[in-house]
């Protein structure tokens, strides 16, 4: 019997995690140790829309942020045709929850920066999905629905930032001192995880410590719910593969089993 793949949250990074050699050795060198995928199915912070929707393969990239060098506008990172795949999870769903199958929207950065770290090849098909909901429930819900691709080789990634309060940061340069906030909730965040412990990740509104600084928004951090229902057992620990602070902000990151 194939070994499933792992499920994966990662901190996305804006596109300068691309010129980090610190952060990108770490996602490239964790990339090395998975094994192959056959396709990718990534989650990303930046597309909210219900009901889920999915990516248009051949599509072009999404540019999602503002003042970054030119360079970062003329990056592109071609993939293999996904629509096997797109038919596979629109099938997965329940026949009350219609997908979207966009025509036209490519990957935004939350999915291109990382992956064209983890995989410069560009060379395994790649599916965007949206965040169609921030309830952790049923996030983990349609986590659940997605496990079953693990055994067919699809490497299912939520990807956000364990914390991500942009309006509250002071110094935006890549070794910034992270704020207690931040610190305060990546501490919380790393110990819930290392028990397994659901409950408390899904009542961070109130149980963690640091909101709501750490996230004014809840899209960066909602992705792992995805993550943990895909989990084979999810109130089993996961392996906490990076942790430290980029511009302040938690970059830790999981792989479950």
């Known amino acids: 019997m194939t070994t499933p793949m792992p499920a994966l949250y990662i901190g996305h990074g804006a596109p300068p995690l691309l010129d980090d050699p610190i952060w990108s050795g770490q996602l490239a060198a964790w990339a090395k140790d998975l094994p192959r995928p056959k396709a990718i199915l990534i989650v990303s912070a930046h597309w909210e829309s219900a009901p889920v929707s999915l990516s248009a393969s051949g599509a072009p990239l999404v540019y999602d942020f503002g003042g970054f060098a030119p360079k970062y506008y003329r990056m592109t990172y071609e993939t293999p045709d996904a629509t096997a795949l797109a038919q596979r999870v629109a099938a997965m769903m329940p026949s009350g929850e219609p997908v979207h199958q966009h025509v036209s929207r490519g990957l935004d950065h939350g999915a291109w920066v990382p992956l064209k770290i983890m995989y410069p090849e560009a060379d395994i098909p790649v599916l965007q999905m949206s965040l169609p909901t921030d309830d952790p429930q049923r996030l983990m ?15 299912i990634i939520g990807s956000g930032f364990l914390t991500h309060g942009l309006p509250f940061l002071e110094e935006f340069h890549i070794e910034a001192a992270a704020p207690g906030w931040s610190v305060d ?14 409950d408390t990740l899904s009542a961070y509104r109130s149980k963690a410590p640091g909101m709501p600084y750490a996230h004014p928004t809840v899209e960066h951090y909602t992705p792992l719910f995805v993550t943990l229902g895909a989990a084979m057992t999810a109130d089993e620990p996961g392996i906490q593969v990076i942790e430290g602070y980029w511009m302040g902000l938690s970059k830790r990151s999981l792989q479950v089993a």
């Open 185 to 198: 909730f990546d501490l919380w965040a790393a110990d819930a995880l290392a028990r397994g412990d659901v």
């Open 141 to 155: 819900k349609l986590g659940e629905r997605l496990r079953p691709l693990r055994e067919e080789g699809v490497l």
